[in-house]
């Protein structure tokens, strides 16, 4: 993929930049090595003070820097702004939180005398440079939920964004630079993706961490266990969201609406699927598909938008396959179902709602990265826990119920990182984030995301012979 920002709204290639050579990657690689044997050891308090100075400037940048991830990615501005923002926030919640996450734990006094350790406990060390191969649909955020953690922990970062949006990652670059970070503490690599492998096997990278697609993650897990080093792998999903009997419908069904097209429903944590029980389907279902035929669909500069386009023509044309294909093998399109009539410029596609989903379809097994919805009738909770794991991913997961009988049989049987309940998914800093199957491994956030790239090392001190 050539490095460049092109207009999804337009098709229009507004600036194409150069990959990094050899002799420049070398020369980033060995500043992020030089920075990590010196940032390694600064004070927690320091690490803090660089981080808040990075999430003054986010903020005072916010409107510029939400313009240029519109431009170069599609999604609505005033949900740019919202994500530089978020990242802000984020990054003074870690400023804030570090040192009591990474503290030392001691055992408890029964275990300490039982182990005839005269003094033990663990300490939370760097691990050293971490690579970051991170997608373009959240691109402040997914990079941001990385750095700030493991920045606070003493590690340094090399950054490989998305090819598509090339501004936004030198942006965030410039950021750490002029934050007043040491020279090499954060870098951005504008390389594309068949550079990678080399700079994970090079022996001064510690770890990898990649969010993005299945396929890419693979890539970068198998050559990062030939090297048997760390990583984070945060990849696809295809959400359930369940409404049983006793939810409130209509709430359920307005809010259905944000947790698919959210990101020009191009989140990994949107809602895909949706399992309605049958005393509720077809209130839910009306409900929800009105409200989806009536979103506005248009410019993402444009503030009324709701819908902007996909951010790439590849990422269209796979969207219309994966429609074609379920209303080939018999699905109907309650709306949208392919491009927006008229302009034909840029890469939109209208607000779809699909039923009579059947397992031989692909949308029932593959990710619909797109503002698809799939609807399912389902007459028990058990029934809907089936078709909810009937997926390869497992990241997330919503349900919509007042019974605490329910609650708790989907908390124990939904295979997913996360359930919520009567809401849609959300990312805070204070709570972790990642899936199980494949949707990856680890988690980003919380104190569990700051420990990811830490050497997790027990220290422990011999009881004195004599005592
Ligand atoms: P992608 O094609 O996998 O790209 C993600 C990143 O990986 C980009 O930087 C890409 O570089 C790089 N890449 C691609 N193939 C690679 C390879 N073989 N080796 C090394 N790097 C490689 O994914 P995308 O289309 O940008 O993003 C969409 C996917 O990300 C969806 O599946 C979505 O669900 C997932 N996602 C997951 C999360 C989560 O937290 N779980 C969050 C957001 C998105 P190039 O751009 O140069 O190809």
Redesign the pocket.
Known sequence: ?P?ATVNPATGETLQTFEALGAEEIERRLAAAHAAFRSYRTTEFAERARLLNRAADLLESEQADIARTMTTEMGKPVAAARAEAAKCAKAMRWYAKHAAELLADEHPSRADAEDSGAGRAYTRYRPLGVVLA??????PLW?VVRFAAPALMAGNTGLL?????VPQTALYLGELFERAGYPQGCFQTLLI??GA??AILRDPRVAAAT????????R??AAVAGDEVKKTVL????SDPYIVMPSADVGRAARIAVTARVQNNG????AAKRFIVHTDVYDAFTEEFTTRMAALTVGDPLDESTDVGPLATEQ?RTDLEELVDDAVRRGATALCGGGRPEGDDRGWFFSPTVLMGITTDMRIHHE?A?GPVATVYRVTSADEAVRVANDTPFG?SSNVWTRDDGEVDLFVRDLEAGGVFFNGMTASHPALP???VKR??YGR?LAAHGIREFCNITTVWHGADPGE
Not at 133 to 138: A, S
């Open positions: 993929m490095i191969v991170m997608p373009w649909n959240f997914q490989k964004h998305a090819s598509n594309g993706s990678v492998e990649l969010t993005g697609s299945e396929p890419a993650g890539s970068v945060e990849l696809g999903g191009q989140s990994c944590i990422g990710e990265f990241l984030f990642g899936g949707s990856g980003e």
